[in-house]
């Protein structure tokens, strides 16, 4: 999709945030006009979270695969680095795959960062138009239309996180209905 044709949809297009609106197939997720009413696909961010509550979360919303998304399946947070998690899935029946050619390059990570939205956007565009994210897309669509699966990346706000536009795609393309997923610690 061409550049203007995807800020005209934005909030504050122009302005300082940039990011760009939520689209009617993920703005309503329990049903409604212009909703997606495919197979759940659900969304989740680890951000400033422990993993006990991020499997508590997968678990609660009756996850059978997650779908790692990061183009480096490391971290700093405790338990998110790629075996480690994989490890923690397994233990709660959750299968873990990872689709590094998902995955925000370098570019565009450090422009996010720095809240360039508009650069940070191209870049997720193009990556995800490449032949490898095209198979890598088919791939995910195939490991999650015949059981719940769930989107993995770092951002607690999914509107900041090009794991949103890969949902958008697979809705877009194999008709998921997509859900974000907060976590929220266990008490």
């Excluded at 979360?57 to 075996?83: N, T, Y």
């Excluded at 999650?144 to 999914?158: F, I, T, V």
């Excluded at 949103?164 to 809705?171: D, F, I, K, M, W």
């Amino acid at each position: 999709m061409p550049d203007a044709e995807r800020r005209a949809g934005e909030v504050g297009a122009g302005k300082r945030s940039g990011i760009p609106r939520l689209t009617p197939a993920l703005s309503t997720p329990e049903g409604g006009e212009g909703v997606a009413t495919g197979s759940p696909l659900y969304t989740i961010g680890y951000e400033k979270t422990r993993l006990a509550d991020v499997v508590a979360a997968l678990r609660q919303a009756e996850v059978a695969v997650l779908i790692d998304v990061r183009d480096r399946p490391i971290s700093r947070r405790p338990g998110f680095s790629k075996r480690q998690l994989a490890a923690a899935l397994d233990e709660a029946g959750i299968r873990y795959v990872g689709l590094r050619a998902l995955g925000t390059p370098p570019e565009g990570r450090e422009a996010g960062r720095r809240r360039d939205w508009d650069r940070f956007w191209h870049i997720v565009e193009e990556k995800l138009a490449t032949a490898e994210a095209e198979l890598a897309l088919a791939e995910a669509a195939e490991l999650a239309r015949p059981a719940p699966s769930c989107l993995l990346c770092y951002e607690a706000d999914w509107r900041g996180c090009h794991r949103r536009r890969v949902a958008e795609l697979l809705s877009a393309q194999h008709g998921f209905a997509v859900h974000h997923l907060a976590v929220t610690p266990e008490t």
